[in-house]
């Protein structure tokens, strides 16, 4: 098992920036591919990145970057996502995921999940 605890949510303006902190203890060698997803109310939860927690390479979608960069600590067991130039469209429930396999872009592709952080952007 896997246990993972997201940190760093809360209220921000449009255009400003948080970090995200994902927290993980357990059976780390689980990890494998991490991701972060988001869930606004009413949406599918939605891929934002990933990255191996082997090597360090991390993909997001075109939609993504630039704004959110993903990165992890292997000395803290931490994965951050930092979010920047933030819109009201970024309101959500942020989501850290570990176990990925596979390309590790679908929800089910991870069998791990914290329970969240809310993250709400406003003018």
């Known amino acids: 098992q896997v246990q993972l605890l997201e940190s760093g949510g809360g209220l921000v303006q449009i255009g400003g920036s948080l970090n995200l902190t994902c927290h993980t203890s357990?059976?780390?060698?689980?990890?494998?591919?991490m991701g972060w997803f988001r869930q606004a109310p009413g949406k599918e939860r939605e891929f934002v990145a990933n990255?191996?927690?082997?090597?360090?390479?991390?993909y997001s979608p075109d939609s993504m970057k630039g704004r959110f960069i993903i990165s992890r600590d292997k000395a803290w067991n931490t994965l951050d996502l930092q979010m920047n130039s933030l819109k009201p469209e970024d309101t959500a429930v942020y989501y850290c995921?570990?176990?990925?396999?596979?390309?590790?872009?679908?929800?089910?592709?991870?069998?791990?999940w914290g329970e969240g952080t809310q993250v709400t952007v406003s003018s």
């Open positions: 357990g059976r780390t060698g689980s990890r494998r591919t």
């Open positions: 995921a570990a176990g990925g396999t596979g390309l590790a872009l679908r929800a089910e592709e991870y069998d791990y």
């Open positions: 990255i191996r927690w082997g090597s360090g390479i991390t």
